[in-house]
């Protein structure tokens, strides 16, 4: 994101712990909801991947 200037580079550095956050608070929503993250994720993955690989061919 800091190359194609959406993201300030000086603070580039806290861009993990800006994914974490991120992550944190859709682990807090999808147990609010009743929803599995990892599984959700895990299929989201799945579903992705098969998608690009079919692309390939």
Do not use: H, Y
Request: glycine share 6%; net charge negative.
């Amino acid at each position: 994101m800091a190359k194609e200037g959406r993201w300030p580079s000086e603070q580039e550095k806290n861009l993990s712990d800006k994914i974490g956050e991120c992550a944190w608070w859709l682990a807090v929503i999808a147990e609010r909801s009743g929803i599995d993250f990892a599984a959700a994720a895990e299929t989201f993955l799945l579903k992705t991947m098969q998608a690009m690989e079919s692309e390939k061919e």
